[in-house]
């Protein structure tokens, strides 16, 4: 696709619930980012992945949060037992980052409702 | 007036206005900033971007200023038309980081 793909738009789940969040990062992007958007908040980082490194874990809110990265390419957020304050916008970026500093593109998110 | 419920600072102009969102960053060895558009329902999408060694960058009807001295980025958009509404946010990268960090975003609201 031409662009940042996430799936999906929207999800509802009941609180203590699992959820699997995806992204398809644009083709040939080695750098992804995933970030959170509280209703009128600036954005949230959450975790970096970078070509084959480790990935900067250091935004994760608590250890109910994880995310890997397979083959370089797709990506999946990975939310136990949800709580409501885990509802929000998840943000999913990819960047070529063939320099130090080179714009994010970013998906349309996937808006997270716990209830 | 702001919105209510999305606590963002919020601006209001006339189309045909010009407009000035403002943004104050914290660390001053950021060294490259960004300034993105998000409009409701869409992940935020890149405008324009100036990295430390300049003080203005001019892209069609945008123009960033930033001011090192006080920490202080502007976006400034020309004959503001109401697709322009949405929400702006700047961000910034420090030396050796890869990762943006956002502010807060400012609300732009245009009446026709």
């Known amino acids: 696709g031409a662009g940042v793909s996430q799936s999906p738009s929207n999800k509802v789940t009941e609180k203590g619930k699992d959820v699997e969040l995806r992204c398809d990062p644009i083709?040939?992007?080695?750098?992804l980012y995933w970030y959170r958007q509280s209703l009128g908040q600036g954005l949230e980082f959450l975790i970096y992945?970078?070509?084959?490194?480790?990935?900067?874990k250091s935004g994760l809110p608590s250890d109910r949060f994880s995310a890997e990265r397979t083959g370089g390419s797709v990506s999946t957020l990975t939310i136990q037992r949800t709580q409501q304050e885990d509802s929000a916008v998840y943000l999913c970026a990819s960047s070529p980052q063939t320099g130090l500093n080179t714009e994010a593109f970013f998906g349309q998110g996937t808006r997270l409702t716990v209830v | 007036g702001e919105s209510v419920g999305l606590h963002l600072p919020t601006l209001s102009v006339q189309e045909g206005d010009n407009s000035i969102i403002n943004c104050a960053y914290s660390n001053s060895a950021s060294d490259y900033f960004i300034w993105y558009k998000q409009e409701s329902g869409k992940g935020p999408q890149f405008i324009i971007d100036?990295?430390?060694?300049?003080d203005k960058r001019q892209g069609q009807r945008v123009t960033v200023l930033l001011n090192k001295t006080v920490k202080h980025l502007s976006l400034q958009i020309a004959a503001t038309q109401p697709g322009d509404s949405a929400v702006y946010f700047c961000?910034?990268?420090?030396?050796?980081?890869?990762?943006?960090?956002f502010g807060r975003g400012t609300s732009l609201i245009v009446h026709p």
């Open positions: 100036i990295r430390s060694n300049m």
């Open positions: 992945f970078q070509g084959n490194s480790a990935p900067d």
């Open positions: 083709s040939g992007h080695t750098a």
């Open positions: 961000a910034e990268n420090t030396g050796g980081s890869y990762i943006p960090t």
